[in-house]
Each structure stands twice: as structure tokens, then as C-alpha cells.
């Protein structure tokens, strides 16, 4: 599980419980955030990169209807985000990359998009088939 700072915990906790009421916190503990499973993670440059993130980034733009992030690796064997978008109008894939970049630390932005007409493949719980999707594309 990855694990990220969480500067606002302490503030959130002395105006919902009284102060020393948990005398085991430390104001320097660190707040769980859950990027999703954990063999969905993509290792760009060195740094695990969450593609529930890059996806929430690219479903905030008004065109995007559906996506997925993966991992695909590039000429030089390393692996990038790869995102696979449905839309609802007509947008570049330049102008999606931009749109992520300009919300997200470089390395995380979808070094390739490619869009697809037909909804994302769904699994038996109705998820997008991440599966099916790498099979596909990586």
C-alpha cells in the first residue's frame, strides 16, 4: 500500500476530538491514500505512478466520457502512461496530454492517448477489463 503525507490530519483531528484524547497520535503520522490495486501501478522513471489518478485528471475534461490508464512500454523498454479514451466530441490527443500535464507532475501525464468509438470493455462486476484493454494495447 502507498502511503502520502498528510499535512491537513492533525488540523482535521483537534477540531473533531479534544486535544490528548489520543495520546498515541504523532502529528507527523502519515494518512493512507489508496491508489487502487496495487499490480495496476505503473513504475515511470522510477516512481510508481497511479492511473486512478491519471484517469480522474483526464474525466475532468468536458470531452472525455470514459478512459483507462495502463502501462505500455515505450522504444527503449521503459514503461509509460498509456490512456484509453472514449469521448463525447471531437478533442487531440495533444490537447489531453496538455490538459493532464498542466494537473499533474509530468512523469504521471499519458505519454500516448489513443480513442476508441466503442465503450471500454466491462468485466463481470461491470469495471472497466483492464485485462482485456492490456492484451489489446500493451
Same mark, same amino acid.
Given at each position: =500500500? @502507498?502511503?502520502?503525507?498528510?499535512?491537513?490530519?492533525?488540523?482535521?483531528?483537534?477540531?473533531?476530538?479534544?486535544?490528548?484524547?489520543?495520546?498515541?497520535?504523532? =502529528?507527523?503520522?502519515? &494518512?493512507?491514500?489508496?491508489?487502487?490495486?496495487?499490480?495496476?501501478?505503473?513504475?515511470?522513471?522510477?516512481?510508481?505512478?497511479?492511473?486512478?489518478?491519471?484517469?480522474?485528471?483526464?474525466? @475532468?475534461?468536458?470531452?472525455?466520457? #470514459? &478512459?483507462?490508464?495502463?502501462?505500455?512500454? +515505450?522504444?527503449?523498454?521503459?514503461?509509460?502512461?498509456?490512456?484509453?479514451?472514449?469521448?463525447? #466530441?471531437?478533442?487531440?490527443?495533444?490537447?489531453?496530454?496538455?490538459?493532464?500535464?498542466?494537473?499533474?507532475?509530468?512523469?504521471?501525464?499519458?505519454?500516448?492517448?489513443?480513442? =476508441? +468509438?466503442?465503450?471500454?470493455? =466491462?468485466?463481470?462486476? +461491470?469495471?472497466?477489463?483492464?485485462?482485456?484493454?492490456?492484451? #489489446?494495447?500493451?
Amino acid at each position: =500500500r @502507498q502511503y502520502d503525507a498528510c499535512p491537513t490530519a492533525p488540523e482535521a483531528l483537534d477540531a473533531t476530538f479534544e486535544l490528548g484524547a489520543f495520546p498515541l497520535f504523532d =502529528r507527523r503520522e502519515l &494518512c493512507r491514500s489508496d491508489p487502487g490495486r496495487g499490480d495496476d501501478l505503473i513504475k515511470a522513471g522510477g516512481i510508481y505512478v497511479s492511473p486512478l489518478e491519471v484517469e480522474n485528471c483526464l474525466m @475532468q475534461h468536458n470531452a472525455v466520457r #470514459e &478512459c483507462c490508464v495502463i502501462g505500455k512500454r +515505450d522504444d527503449a523498454g521503459l514503461e509509460k502512461p498509456f490512456a484509453i479514451v472514449v469521448t463525447s #466530441e471531437a478533442v487531440l490527443a495533444d490537447e489531453l496530454i496538455a490538459f493532464a500535464k498542466a494537473r499533474l507532475a509530468r512523469y504521471k501525464a499519458p505519454h500516448a492517448i489513443v480513442f =476508441r +468509438d466503442a465503450p471500454l470493455p =466491462r468485466n463481470d462486476r +461491470d469495471k472497466i477489463d483492464r485485462k482485456a484493454l492490456r492484451a #489489446e494495447y500493451a
